[in-house]
C-alpha cells in the first residue's frame, strides 16, 4: 500500500528479469526506460536514487525543467513522444535515445542538428502497428523505405524499431503486435542497409511488458508501474 518508488522500481526491475529467464533471454538484454511525463523532477530523482538510469519523456520543454533540475544525476534521457520539427534543436541536445522518428522531413532535421552540435544521434523508427490515425509511426510498409531514406544521414545512428500498439485491457491483445514489429525489424535487418543497425526494438509499457520481453523488447519504457498512476 505505502510502497515507495524505489520499492516498485526494484519490483519492476526483478519481473523483468524472472521473465527474460523464463524465456531464455539474459536479463542484460533489456533496457528499462522509466517514463516520467507529468511526474515531478523529486519523483524522478527517488528512482534515479534507486537505480534507475534510463528516464523516459514524452515532451521536450517538460524534459528541458527536469534535465536542468537533475543535472547532478548522471543518467541517459530518451525521448519518447510525438517530435515536432521545430522541437530537434532541443532535443538532439537533451536525448540520448529518441524512439519516434516517423518521417524524412523529421530525420533531416535530426540529422542537421545534430551536425551542428557535433554528434551523432541514436534514434529509432516509430512504426504504427495498429494503423491508428491517433497514432504517430509510419506503417509497417513504410518502415523499409523509411530506414533506406535514412541511411544516407551521417549524423544520424539508427538502432532499431518502436511501437506502441492499440490500447487493450487484455495484455495478451498486443502480443501479435510485438510479435509484428520483430518480424519486421529482422526484416529490415535482412535487407543489411549501410549504415542501419536493426537490434533494438522498444516496446512494452506498465500493462503489456510481459508479452512484450517474450516477443524480444530491448527497451521497455514504463510509468505507472514505478511512479504510480497519472493526474
Ligand atoms: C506514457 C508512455 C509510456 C508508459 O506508460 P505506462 O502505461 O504508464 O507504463 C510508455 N510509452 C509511451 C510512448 C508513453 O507515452
Redesign the pocket.
Known amino acids: 500500500m505505502n510502497s515507495t518508488i524505489a520499492d516498485r522500481l526494484h519490483e519492476v526491475q526483478a519481473r523483468m528479469a524472472m521473465i527474460a529467464r523464463r524465456c531464455g533471454r539474459r536479463p542484460e538484454e533489456i533496457q528499462l526506460?522509466a517514463?516520467g511525463?507529468t511526474h515531478r523532477a523529486e519523483a524522478i530523482e527517488a528512482a534515479m536514487a534507486a537505480g534507475a538510469t534510463i528516464i523516459?519523456e514524452?515532451y521536450v520543454q517538460e524534459a528541458r525543467d527536469k534535465f536542468a533540475a537533475l543535472s547532478h544525476r548522471p543518467a541517459a534521457w530518451h525521448f519518447?513522444?510525438h517530435l515536432q520539427t521545430n522541437k530537434a534543436k532541443y532535443a538532439v541536445r537533451l536525448f540520448e535515445l529518441i524512439?519516434?522518428v516517423d518521417s524524412l522531413k523529421l530525420a533531416e532535421e535530426l540529422n542537421r542538428q545534430a551536425g551542428k552540435a557535433g554528434k551523432i544521434q541514436r534514434v529509432l523508427i516509430q512504426v504504427n502497428t495498429g494503423g491508428e490515425k491517433s497514432k504517430s509511426g509510419v506503417t509497417a510498409e513504410q518502415a523499409p523505405a523509411l530506414a533506406r531514406e535514412l541511411s544516407g544521414l551521417e549524423h544520424l545512428k539508427v538502432e532499431g524499431l518502436?511501437a506502441?500498439p492499440p490500447y487493450f485491457n487484455d495484455p495478451e491483445a498486443s502480443r501479435p503486435h510485438f510479435a509484428a514489429l520483430r518480424e519486421l525489424r529482422d526484416r529490415i535487418a535482412a535487407l543489411a542497409i549501410p549504415g542501419i543497425e536493426m537490434q533494438a526494438l522498444s516496446m512494452g509499457?506498465?500493462?503489456d511488458?510481459e508479452a512484450a520481453i517474450e516477443e524480444g523488447a530491448t527497451l521497455v519504457?514504463?510509468?505507472?508501474?514505478?511512479?504510480g498512476a497519472?493526474a
Open positions: 526506460v517514463v511525463k523516459g514524452n519518447i513522444g524512439h519516434t518502436m506502441i509499457m506498465t500493462g511488458f519504457r514504463i510509468g505507472s508501474a514505478i511512479f497519472r
